[in-house]
């Protein structure tokens, strides 16, 4: 179930069996979200609200191998997902209510982002690391960032990729598309060849770059543009349920993928005495081969979740409930829970890494408690 799904029952695929493991897999992402941004903040690559980096390089390391390969997957997967139960929303609901109902589960919490949240943290940023004591109003009078979609990018992206998915269904009344799941061989060569689009891609989009206001990093929409068409095939023709334990091997294409992987990467670095930011884009053999391992690392993880959660997680709790309930709440205001803890322990005397083992932890808790209480107050579960 997405994000965006209403219905608080599991869902189910066309054969009639219930998918709990989807919801399940929903809250280890929204978990890796937070976490992913803990350690931008304190570690890893990319730009956050507020950060303070560690030199440490025993910490660096690791931290930018877990962000890059959750970089590989976690938002394409996303995609994936959300996009898994459109046709069926859509054919129960029909289009125009479809599309109010997206507008108002999407619309209004990226409106709630850009013109309050996204203010309020920004202000924090400014007023505590900043060290410049204004009053909020004093800043909102000289604030020209309304704009600011931040973490919603995903929710922008999500509408975008709908509508066009409803536009083309609108404008093509065929049948839709049904294909036999694939191997883990053809993933393999579909991830590797979306590898090479994304080395295109990133020629002239490299990793970093942001169209602005909407906040996309181009370099990484062939993989969720990719995935969101997969989930709405996978759906369609009904894959779930042809999962079974060939798949079981992508596991082990993970762990080769990472742990022989990196090193390969950096050797070609250290060898060929290379930029680390020709890895991110530009017509260079380091960015084909980053594109290449990014995508074959993404849809090798992909793809043994959604066995491991069939075969594991596929078993009703109470508890993961509550957890899926709140998730999109929880992606929402992560970044304030954040934001809040970095700048609570900004003047400690401890070096970043220090800071990172415990926001991390305490920053996902947090997230998922403020997230739980958030979708209690009458008419915002309505829409969250």
């Keep these: 179930m997405s994000f965006v799904e209403s219905n608080p029952t599991a869902p189910v695929n066309p054969s009639g069996s219930k998918i709990l493991y989807i919801d399940h897999l929903k809250v280890l992402l929204t978990g890796l979200v937070v976490l992913h941004h803990a350690c931008v903040t304190y570690a890893g690559p990319g730009s956050w609200y507020y950060s303070e980096k560690t030199q440490i390089a025993a910490v660096k390391i690791p931290v930018t191998m877990l962000v ?11 995609f994936f997902l959300s996009a898994l139960f459109i046709p069926a929303s ?18 209004i919490p990226l409106l709630f982002y850009s013109f309050i949240l996204s203010p309020v943290m920004n202000y924090l940023v400014y007023y505590y690391a ?16 309304w704009i600011s979609f931040g973490v919603m990018w995903f929710v922008v992206a999500l509408l975008l990729f709908t509508f066009l998915y409803i536009l083309s269904m ?3 009344k065929s049948k839709p598309i049904i294909r036999k799941a694939p191997s883990v061989s ?12 994304s080395f295109l891609v990133r020629i002239v989009f490299p990793v970093g770059w942001v169209l602005d206001p909407f906040g996309f990093q181009l370099g990484h929409f062939p993989q969720y543009i990719a995935l969101f068409c997969w989930g709405i095939v996978c759906f369609n023709s009904n894959w779930l349920d042809q999962i079974n334990s060939r798949y079981k091997k992508s596991g082990i294409i993970v762990l080769c993928l990472i742990l022989f992987g990196f090193p390969i990467i950096y050797a070609v670095r250290v060898i060929f005495n290379t930029p680390i930011e020709w890895y991110s884009g530009g017509a260079h053999f380091q960015s084909l081969l980053y594109a290449v391992w990014e995508q074959l690392t993404g849809f090798s993880i992909i793809t043994f979740l959604i066995y491991i959660g069939k075969n594991n997680w596929n078993k009703p709790s109470v508890f993961f409930a509550k957890l899926s309930r709140c998730a999109f709440a929880v992606y929402i205001f992560h970044p304030f829970v954040l934001i809040c803890l970095s700048l609570l322990l900004r003047t400690w005397p401890v070096d970043p890494a220090v800071k990172l083992l415990i926001v991390a932890p305490s920053g996902v808790l947090l997230s998922f408690l403020l997230g739980h209480l958030i979708v209690q107050i009458p008419g915002v579960k309505k829409i969250l």
């Design 130 to 145: 900043g060290a410049h004591h204004i009053t909020f109003i004093q800043f909102l009078s000289g604030y020209d960032n």
């Design 90 to 107: 859509l054919i129960k609901k029909g289009t125009a209510v479809f599309i109010k109902d997206r507008l108002k589960r999407l619309g």
């Design 68 to 78: 890059a390969t959750n970089q590989a997957f976690f938002m394409g997967f996303f």
């Design 170 to 172: 609108e404008a093509n």
């Design 186 to 197: 053809s993933i393999l060569l579909f991830a590797g060849g979306l590898g090479f689009v």
